[in-house]
């Protein structure tokens, strides 16, 4: 039925072509299960934009749609779509914005190799008693652990504020710049690093 009705604009690999959507990445059909999002789409068309309504049945659609969903999304064929390069980048740009970012504060920090990174560490104050402090082994909402300096591990049951917990993370100023890296700084930089291994 696939290719019959769709493979000649989607591709017999449902990656699409010249103006035709690549199906697998396609957010209505990653969110589709079992073709309830596809059938509007065959069945109403998009006549303004190309796709053609086609007269397919329900169960005919739920089979194409399993069809689709049986192809890996991951990774991409290699026999097309391959790129002749990850390495997309300007490196000069991205060595402008490796100078700035490093000399800003809260940039990039020292040359630390990330094998010499401290470990998080983490002090804990309970509702009474003493402050402990120790490496950070695990937190969720409900629970902390920490090894202390002698080895030992120590968890404490958290309920909201209690107890105080703060967290010393030397990666955190990175993790706080992942949200504030683009796309074109991501590509740059990597650009410029590949320039300078
Ligand atoms: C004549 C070419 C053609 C045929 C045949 C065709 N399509 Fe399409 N299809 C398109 C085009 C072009 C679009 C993009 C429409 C748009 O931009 O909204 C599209 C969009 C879609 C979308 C929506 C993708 C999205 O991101 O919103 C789905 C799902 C889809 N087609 C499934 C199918 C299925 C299943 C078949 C076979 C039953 C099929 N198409 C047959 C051309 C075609």
Known sequence: MYGVNCAFCHGSDARGGEGRPNLLRAELVLNDRNGELIAPVVQNGRADRGM?????????????????????????????????????????????????????????GGPAAASNVPPATVTVTPASGPKVEGRLVRIDDFIVTLTLADGMPRTFRRDGETPKVAIHDPLQPHKDLLRRYSDTDIHNLTAYLVTVK
Not at 78 to 104: C, L, Q, W
């Open 52 to 108: 053609p309504a086609m007269a397919v049945s329900m169960p005919r659609i739920v089979d194409i749609a399993a069809f689709v969903h049986s192809f890996r999304v991951g990774g991409y064929d290699v026999s097309r779509m391959r790129p002749p390069s990850i390495v997309v980048g300007d490196p000069k740009a991205g060595e402008a914005y490796f100078k700035t970012a490093r000399a800003g504060r809260g940039g990039f």
